[in-house]
Structure formats: structure tokens, C-alpha cells
């Protein structure tokens, strides 16, 4: 019997002789219960799994990918519950919150932060929330479990000195174009390495970018980044269509824009160098010189404003400026 199955039957014995055995005695059963199951195995289908549970899930994934969640989101979504799933030995369909609790404490137990665990109750809520309203379980089992509090963590946007350390360091005119590509647009990574040549609008300065669920939007680039695309564009001697490529003429992908970062990051002097921080950067600049946030949301494709401000670090001097210019 796993450790989290012999809490489960201890607690479900608990709460059935506290209706009518004295709590001064309930105490001496369960001890002896815990000691009696010590020498018992759980017999059971293998790693939790059920017939139920896998269309469970077959569903539940199905039903995401026709909402349009991205490919990636739905195989996180896979990998989270199969993953809670096999760990805990009970199908998804019999879980309860009491295998969740524990599973949380045990990931706890091996370091994994607030902020990760968060993100798993965040996925097992949304899935049983849907399994509750297709009507596939009576109960949802996430519904008394309240966001975990984690602690915040202010991260830190490129400073102006540490963005020319960037742009010095390239030692291509392909990197020195993503850098001020992703300074600019605060694209995300996977709408970067999508874009192809002939979406940009030099005459706008503008481009259509799909984002998470594939939601369109405009973002824009400045002079001195369509520049430098110009630049770019003119050297290549290939006929790829993509906006990027890699040294062998293939479209970059994620992994090598991120590669590339790194590598400038160390080169640079520059820590923390990711895709990510070039959209921190933007936001809190933007919002800086006066942007409503609601616009610097909209550039960004944040449909909730408190995703955007957690992206932006606004100094207090610039919250002083703002309140003597419009109190």
C-alpha cells in the first residue's frame, strides 16, 4: 500500500467513526489500523490507469485543442496529469483531494517551488473542473483547493547599458537583428520563430503575430529594427521564407534563438539572458513614457492587465513624476 493510499484509507476511517465512536478512541483505532496495514499491498490496475480515465483525458485534450489552446499547452496539460496520475497510482477518475494534498506535499519535499506547484493545481483544477461540467464525475475534487501563495519574485527587465552590451557582443548580423527584434515587438519566442519574411510591413512598420491560441495581433518595430531587417534580408542569398534561419539555412527554432542568447548573454557580461526578459523590457519602458497599460497589454497579447504589470517594473520615481503631472 502507497504511502498516500494509506492516508487516504486512514482519513476516510476517521471521518467515519467520528459519527459515533468517542474522539478519545478514534486516536487508539487509527494507530492501530496504521499498524495493521503495514504489511498490505493495494492491489490494482497498473500505474492508476484506467480504461475511464484515459477517455477522460482523451476528451478533455481534445476539447482543448478545438478551444485552440496551443500544441504545447496541451501536451503540458498530458504530461501534468499523467504525471499525477502514475505518481500517486490512483486512476484520474477516483482521485481525490486528499491524493493531491499529498502529492503537493511530496513534491514539496523534493524542492519543487510554490510557484511550480501552483502551476500544477492550476491544470488538475481546469480539468476536473471540466470533467465536472461534462458531467463525467459528480464531484470536482479541486474545488476546495484555493491558489497557492508563492512568494514574489521581482524580475528584472534589461537595464539601457545592459541592451548595448547585447547589441556590441553580436557577432552577426542575424543576432544583432533578433536582438533589436524581440527589444521592439516583445514578441514571444514561438511567434518570433513563425514569422516569415514577406509579413513584414515596412511601409506600416507593423506585423500580424499569432500568439497563445492562435490570437492574432499587430505588433510594430521602430526605424532602427527595420533597418537592420532590411540589412539582414539583403545578405541572405537563400530562399527560405522564413523571417530567421539557422547556419544552415533552416528556419531557427526556439531552442536555437535561446541558444544564441545565452551564448551573447556570457559573451555580453549580461546574466539572465532569455527571450522572455526582451518582453519585460518593452512593457516596463513602455509604460515608463506614459502608455496606458490596457495598450502595452495589447502589444504584448495579454487579455488580463495583471499579467501585464507583472511584467513591468516601474521605479518610484517614475510613479512621483506621474502623480505631480496628473493629481
Known amino acids: 500500500m502507497s504511502l498516500i493510499d494509506k492516508q487516504m484509507y486512514l482519513k476516510n476511517l476517521e471521518e467515519r467513526l467520528g459519527a459515533f465512536v468517542p474522539a478519545n478512541s478514534v486516536a487508539r483505532i487509527l494507530q492501530e489500523a ?5 504489511d498490505y499491498e493495494m492491489t490494482g490496475t497498473p500505474n492508476g490507469e484506467d480504461d475511464n480515465s484515459k477517455n477522460l483525458l482523451q476528451y478533455f485534450l481534445e476539447a482543448k485543442r478545438i478551444e485552440g489552446r496551443a500544441d504545447t499547452t496541451v501536451a503540458r496539460y498530458k504530461y501534468l496529469l499523467e504525471r499525477l496520475q502514475a505518481d500517486t497510482g490512483v486512476p484520474l477518475s477516483k482521485i481525490t483531494i486528499y491524493h493531491v494534498r499529498s502529492y503537493f506535499m511530496s513534491e514539496r ?20 473542473k471540466w470533467v465536472n461540467q461534462e458531467g463525467f464525475l459528480k464531484e470536482n475534487p479541486m474545488r476546495s483547493m484555493s491558489a497557492i501563495k508563492q512568494q514574489k519574485v521581482k524580475r528584472k527587465h534589461f537595464s539601457p547599458t545592459e541592451i548595448r552590451q547585447l547589441e556590441e557582443s553580436a557577432k552577426t548580423l542575424r543576432d544583432l537583428t533578433i536582438v533589436h527584434f524581440l527589444h521592439a515587438t516583445g514578441c514571444r519566442i514561438s511567434e518570433v520563430v513563425q514569422l516569415n519574411r514577406d509579413e513584414i510591413d515596412f511601409q506600416d512598420m507593423s506585423m500580424i503575430v499569432f500568439g497563445k491560441g492562435a490570437k492574432e495581433r499587430t505588433v510594430y518595430i521602430n526605424e532602427v529594427t527595420a533597418m537592420y531587417l532590411k540589412r539582414y534580408m539583403k545578405e541572405r542569398k537563400d530562399d527560405n521564407p522564413a523571417l530567421f534561419i539557422g547556419l544552415r539555412g533552416e528556419r531557427l527554432t526556439q531552442h536555437g534563438v535561446q541558444e544564441m542568447l545565452r551564448t551573447l548573454g556570457i559573451r555580453a557580461g549580461v546574466e539572465n539572458v532569455h527571450p522572455h526578459r526582451f518582453r519585460r523590457t518593452l512593457a516596463t519602458e513602455l509604460l515608463q513614457k506614459g502608455m496606458p497599460v490596457q495598450e502595452v497589454a495589447s502589444i504584448l497579447g495579454h487579455e488580463k492587465l495583471e499579467t501585464t504589470m507583472r511584467y513591468c517594473n516601474v521605479d518610484q520615481k517614475t510613479v512621483q513624476n506621474a502623480y505631480r503631472r496628473l493629481a
Open 34 to 38: 496504521s499498524e495493521a496495514l503495514v
Open 109 to 128: 519535499e523534493r524542492g519543487i517551488s510554490q510557484a511550480t506547484i501552483e502551476g500544477y493545481r492550476s491544470v488538475y483544477n481546469e480539468f476536473y
